[in-house]
Every structure is written in structure tokens, then in C-alpha cells.
């Protein structure tokens, strides 16, 4: 197995250094970030009660707008989840009358009861509020500009645009191409543009933020939490957009100048300055499960040397067997919880059972090295991070030798 991992790394050797690159890249917009606001190590105190004047919370803001190139953003470790960030932006920019409008096909499993496809009436999705919801389809998965016209109303607030193909089999769109939508969007009306940037952040060298989207939403325990995180969401985009989100973080009146640290400001800072680098190391070992994957018969998104603009790769699989044999096979090649044997259950937001493999340091944190797979046809194992090369490596070759005593023959 090794000798075909050297192999591997040879043949896609320009790949590697593509990534390289790209982290190189955006470690001199971090460390120049880091610079412009004299980050000090005063900052890295903790605040508590109201959390005024905290300075470490305060830059953290400021460094995210930097690397984002936007005018504004905050970063909070009390935003629970990706789609806690989410809700506070569609609910910071939506009011009652308001159309959301996702371009990008259905958003993420988890959103269905925010916007208010599911879940009980009265419990204060969009749908509730008087918002109403939209879709325009991928068309051969890029976005259908003509069909976003026609939809497109006076009350179309938000244009949402999901980078990243999450669940589904669809590709992953560049920050580029949603830089596209943006103008586009632009020259009809002046609906906001909001990109879930989920599994998008430091993958390539400029996020949506610099195309002009007017809101980023991400989660700390992906991408540009850098593994140090633990726990929390950003918002990154124009002033006028990320200011109605600060009051629906907190409060009208209040948006981003209260809010105490408890001390977790340095994660938040270390894990930006680690990012670049812990998301090169995870879109690696994506290349890496793409090639030995692939080489072993199956069908792999992306190809090996693919250009990627997330760190997801997946792999579809024959059977519910061997989905459970991957999965467990990343979970004992995991630095935590090697021991522990994964199963399917009923995940909370999510419309079929899930498994999911998860050895990580920080609960759930899809930027180590994970694999998770919804128990239904095509058999699509999603695998993501790690948040060293070596590691990854040696998670994937537990993936590839369970996932072979399930094969016939
Ligand atoms: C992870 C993710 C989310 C948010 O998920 P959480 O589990 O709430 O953090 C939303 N959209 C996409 C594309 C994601 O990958």
C-alpha cells in the first residue's frame, strides 16, 4: 500500500503543488492581516459579562474582513454551528413579504427547516415570518442565469448561492463563478447575494467576499477554524449586509459591540493563521483518496487532478457495507476514538440515516480528518479534512483496506 501511495503522490505530483502554492498564497494575505492590526498577545485575554472593549474579539473581526477582502465581518465562538451562522443571516437581511431565492438548487439538509420545508409550523422558520421561498436548478451544474432572471422579483431580498455541493452529487462552485452570479444579480435589482461558503474557505485564492457577494457565512469547525478552533461561525461581507447580521446576532442596537470571548479569541486568531495551511493539508488527502479510490474501480468527485474549489471528496461506493467500511476505517486510522466502531443513526436535520466517522479532537470538526455518508443510493461517502497530510494518509489506508474485505472476490 505505501509503494502505491508514493506512486500516487509522483503522478499527481503537480496537483500537490498546486495546492502549495494556493496556501502560500493565502498565508501572505493572513500574515499581512495580521500585521496591518498588530496582533499582540494582550489580545488574547478573556473578556467576560457584556465583553465591551474586548480587544482580541474586536481584531478577530477585523482580520476576517482583511482576508476576506471585504469591508466587514465578525467572527464568534458562541455561533454554535454552519447553519446557526446561516440563520443569522438570513434572518439578519429577510423581513416578512421578502422571497429568498436559492440558485443553486436545494440548500443543505440542515436549512429545510429554517426556511421552512419541514419541521413544525410555528416554530419560527422563514416560512413563519412571511418569507417565502424560491429555487432555480443547476443547469449541468452551473448556475442557469436565464432561468435567475425569470424568478428574480422586486421582492427577492436574498439571491443564495451553496459553494460547496455538501449532500449532493452536484459539483462545487469557484468563488469565481459566483463572482459571476454577483454581477448579474447586481444588473437587475439589488437583492443581497449570500454564499454558504461551507468546506469553500482557502481552497482557492480569493473567497466569493472579493467578487463582491455581499455576505460569506462559514463555520469555525471547518476550513477557517484551522483545527484550533472549538467551536464557532463567521460572517464576512459588504458593511451595510454584515451590520443587519450583527443585530440579529445579538440584538438590534447591539450588533458586534458586545459579546464576551470566555478566552476563546486565541483559537479564533491561531486557527485563522493555521488555515491556510490545515486546508491545504486536507485538500491532500482528498487528492490522495481520489487516486487510490479511484485506482481500486470506483467513482470519484473530483478526479485526482481535478481542479477543486472544496476540500469534500467523494467517493461512491457499492453497497450499505462498504459505506460502513470506509467510515470505519477512517474512524481507526483517527487520533481519537480509534477504538470506537461507528454506526447509522437518525442525525437531528438530516431527511435519511447518516454515519459518520469522526476521530477528532474538537466534536464533530469536519476539517479533521472525517468521513460521513447518508445510508441511501448512490452509496456517496463525502470524506473531508485532516489536519496533517501524514495523518490523513494513514486514515485513508485503514479506509482502503476495510473497504477491500468488502469487495466480491
Ligand atoms: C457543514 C455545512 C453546513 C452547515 O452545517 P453545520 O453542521 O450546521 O455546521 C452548511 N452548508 C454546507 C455546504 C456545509 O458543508
Same mark, same amino acid.
Given at each position: 500500500?505505501?509503494?502505491?501511495?508514493?506512486?500516487?503522490?509522483?503522478?499527481?505530483?503537480?496537483?500537490?503543488?498546486?495546492?502549495d502554492?494556493?496556501?502560500?498564497?493565502?498565508?501572505?494575505?493572513v500574515?499581512?492581516?495580521?500585521?496591518?492590526?498588530?496582533?499582540?498577545?494582550?489580545?488574547?485575554t478573556l473578556? =467576560?459579562?457584556?465583553?465591551?472593549?474586548?480587544?482580541?474579539?474586536?481584531?478577530?473581526?477585523?482580520?476576517?474582513?482583511?482576508?476576506?477582502?471585504?469591508?466587514?465581518?465578525?467572527?464568534?465562538?458562541?455561533?454554535?454551528?454552519?447553519?446557526?451562522?446561516?440563520?443569522i443571516?438570513?434572518?439578519?437581511l429577510?423581513?416578512?413579504?421578502?422571497?429568498?431565492?436559492?440558485v443553486?438548487g436545494?440548500?443543505?439538509?440542515?436549512?429545510?427547516?429554517?426556511?421552512?420545508?419541514?419541521?413544525?409550523?410555528g416554530?419560527g422558520s422563514?416560512?413563519?415570518f412571511?418569507?417565502?421561498?424560491d429555487?432555480?436548478e443547476?443547469?449541468?451544474?452551473?448556475?442557469?442565469?436565464?432561468?435567475?432572471?425569470?424568478k428574480?422579483t422586486?421582492?427577492t431580498?436574498?439571491v443564495?448561492?451553496?459553494?460547496?455541493?455538501?449532500?449532493?452529487?452536484r459539483?462545487?462552485?469557484s468563488?469565481?463563478?459566483?463572482g459571476?452570479?454577483?454581477?448579474?444579480?447586481k444588473?437587475?435589482?439589488?437583492a443581497?447575494?449570500?454564499?454558504?461558503?461551507c468546506?469553500?474557505?482557502?481552497?482557492?485564492?480569493?473567497?466569493?467576499?472579493?467578487?463582491?457577494?455581499?455576505?460569506?457565512? !462559514?463555520s469555525?469547525?471547518?476550513?477557517p477554524?484551522g483545527?484550533?478552533?472549538?467551536?464557532?461561525?463567521?460572517?464576512?461581507g459588504?458593511?451595510?449586509?454584515?451590520?443587519?447580521?450583527?443585530?440579529?446576532?445579538? =440584538?438590534?442596537?447591539? !450588533?458586534?459591540?458586545?459579546?464576551?470571548?470566555?478566552?476563546?479569541?486565541k483559537?479564533?486568531i491561531?486557527g485563522l493563521?493555521?488555515?491556510?495551511?490545515?486546508?491545504?493539508?486536507?485538500?491532500?488527502?482528498a487528492?490522495l483518496a481520489?487516486?487510490?479510490?479511484?485506482?481500486m474501480?470506483?467513482?470519484?468527485?473530483?478526479? %485526482?487532478d481535478?481542479?477543486?474549489f472544496?476540500i469534500?471528496?467523494?467517493?461512491?461506493?457499492?453497497?450499505?457495507?462498504?459505506?460502513?467500511?470506509?467510515c470505519?476505517?477512517?474512524?481507526?486510522?483517527?487520533?481519537?476514538?480509534?477504538?470506537v466502531?461507528?454506526?447509522?443513526?437518525?442525525?437531528?436535520?438530516?431527511?435519511s440515516?447518516?454515519?459518520?466517522?469522526?476521530?477528532?479532537?474538537?466534536?464533530?470538526?469536519?476539517?479533521?480528518?472525517?468521513a460521513?455518508a447518508?445510508?441511501?443510493?448512490?452509496?456517496t461517502?463525502?470524506?473531508?479534512?485532516?489536519?496533517?497530510?501524514? =495523518?490523513?494518509?494513514?486514515?485513508?489506508?485503514?479506509?482502503?483496506?476495510?473497504?477491500?474485505?468488502?469487495? %466480491?472476490?
Open positions: 500500500m505505501l509503494e502505491k501511495i508514493k506512486l500516487l503522490e509522483k503522478k499527481y505530483s503537480e496537483q500537490y503543488k498546486r495546492i502554492e494556493i496556501a502560500f498564497e493565502n498565508q501572505v494575505k500574515m499581512n492581516a495580521f500585521r496591518k492590526h498588530r496582533v499582540s498577545d494582550a489580545m488574547f473578556s =467576560s459579562g457584556y465583553g465591551y472593549g474586548d480587544l482580541g474579539r474586536d481584531v478577530a473581526d477585523l482580520l476576517y474582513a482583511d482576508v476576506f477582502e471585504c469591508e466587514s465581518a465578525f467572527v464568534r465562538h458562541n455561533i454554535v454551528s454552519g447553519t446557526h451562522a446561516l440563520t443571516a438570513l434572518f439578519g429577510l423581513r416578512p413579504g421578502d422571497t429568498m431565492l436559492s443553486g436545494k440548500p443543505y439538509d440542515t436549512l429545510d427547516e429554517v426556511i421552512g420545508f419541514s419541521g413544525q409550523e416554530n422563514l416560512k413563519d412571511g418569507i417565502s421561498y429555487q432555480v443547476l443547469k449541468e451544474g452551473k448556475i442557469d442565469f436565464e432561468a435567475v432572471k425569470e428574480m422586486p421582492r431580498k436574498v443564495y448561492i451553496q459553494r460547496s455541493k455538501g449532500y449532493s452529487t459539483r462545487t462552485l468563488s469565481a463563478e459566483i459571476e452570479l454577483v454581477k448579474f444579480v444588473s437587475i435589482g439589488n443581497y447575494v449570500v454564499v454558504d461558503n468546506y469553500g474557505e482557502f481552497v482557492e485564492t480569493h473567497e466569493p467576499t472579493y467578487y463582491g457577494a455581499d455576505i460569506c457565512v !462559514g469555525l469547525i471547518k476550513n477554524g483545527g484550533m478552533a472549538e467551536s464557532g461561525g463567521y460572517i464576512a459588504t458593511k451595510k449586509a454584515v451590520e443587519l447580521c450583527s443585530y440579529r446576532l445579538t =440584538s438590534p442596537g447591539i !450588533g458586534i459591540e458586545c459579546g464576551a470571548s470566555l478566552g476563546q479569541s483559537n479564533i491561531k493563521f493555521y488555515a491556510p495551511h490545515t486546508t491545504a493539508q486536507a485538500l491532500k488527502t487528492v481520489a487516486g487510490l479510490f479511484k485506482d474501480g470506483f467513482k470519484v468527485n473530483p478526479m %485526482p481535478e481542479q477543486r472544496d469534500i471528496q467523494t467517493v461512491s461506493l457499492d453497497s450499505p457495507e462498504q459505506i460502513c467500511a470506509f470505519r476505517g477512517i474512524q481507526k486510522g483517527s487520533p481519537v476514538d480509534s477504538h466502531t461507528p454506526e447509522p443513526w437518525d442525525m437531528p436535520g438530516y431527511s440515516q447518516v454515519i459518520m466517522a469522526a476521530g477528532t479532537f474538537v466534536q464533530g470538526a469536519s476539517i479533521e480528518l472525517s460521513d447518508p445510508i441511501r443510493e448512490p452509496y461517502v463525502y470524506l473531508q479534512g485532516g489536519l496533517t497530510y501524514e =495523518s490523513g494518509k494513514i486514515g485513508l489506508i485503514e479506509a482502503a483496506k476495510s473497504v477491500k474485505e468488502k469487495m %466480491p472476490g
